[in-house]
């Protein structure tokens, strides 16, 4: 059963400290998407990458926020350093896009980040 | 830009009531429309989507109709179960992008 994991599932961390989130997306997948949930703003899209390159990070805070994929299994999100206000569950999302088709976008189970 | 509106909740039933869940959208041609549901403590599972006017989609007795003329993409189950409790989320793909817009969800409370 094929599942997009992401560590760590919760995160508790201080101001000024800095956070990494990971995401494994399924194999064969080369889309991976980030988005940031919370009780005000709802599902926010923070970044996403196809095969790997950055196509869109127009909804990611570029001073404190970066988001990369060493290789095709793994794709993390870095925030340098936290703020109260980045308080959040973080999803990344994996699928099979290009060429014009879509297909579904497989969720992990998130990172809850609580930010003192 | 576009966007999703879907109904405040939450929306509390008793076991076997009707649902509407209420979504319109904002994009320009023709989008690409899907419902999620995210259960207490997971990711998002997409429920069902539509990729053209007057499409149907269905899965597990929910239902919604991709309307053009209303701009609408409403969530219609004939009898809930309490294993339906959880938050629906309406969202778009607009016709030439990836990612999704999401609503802001809705919190459905289904008791026996």
């Known amino acids: 059963d094929a599942r997009v994991t992401q560590t760590p599932r919760d995160k508790v961390t201080e101001m000024g400290q800095e956070v990494t989130m990971r995401c494994q997306p399924i194999?064969?997948?080369?889309?991976v998407f980030w988005y940031r949930q919370t009780m005000m703003q709802g599902l926010e899209l923070l970044a996403y990458f196809r095969n790997r390159a950055p196509l869109d990070d127009s909804g990611m805070p570029k001073d404190r926020f970066s988001a990369e994929m060493p290789d095709a299994t793994l794709a993390t999100l870095k925030i340098q350093p936290s703020e109260p206000r980045d308080s959040a569950v973080y999803f990344c999302?994996?699928?099979?896009?290009?060429?014009?088709?879509?297909?579904?976008?497989?969720f992990g189970p998130g990172t809850r980040l609580t930010v003192l | 830009g576009d966007s999703v509106t879907q109904m405040e909740g939450p929306v509390t039933l008793s076991e076997e009531a009707f649902l509407t869940i209420n979504c319109t959208y904002t994009?320009?041609?023709?989008?690409?429309l899907f419902w999620y549901v995210q259960y207490p403590g997971e990711g998002l599972q997409l429920l069902l989507k539509?990729?053209?006017?007057?499409d149907k989609g269905s899965n597990k007795g929910f239902e919604a109709t991709y309307r053009k003329e209303t701009t609408s993409f409403h969530l219609e189950k004939g009898s809930v179960q309490v294993s339906d409790s959880a938050v629906y989320f309406c969202?778009?793909?607009?016709?030439?992008?990836?990612?999704?817009?999401f609503g802001k969800g809705t919190t459905l409370s289904v008791s026996s």
């Open positions: 994009a320009t041609g023709y989008p690409s």
């Open positions: 539509a990729t053209k006017a007057d």
């Open positions: 194999l064969g997948h080369n889309t």
């Open positions: 999302a994996s699928g099979l896009g290009g060429g014009g088709n879509y297909n579904e976008q497989f």
């Open positions: 969202a778009l793909r607009s016709q030439a992008g990836t990612a999704l817009i």
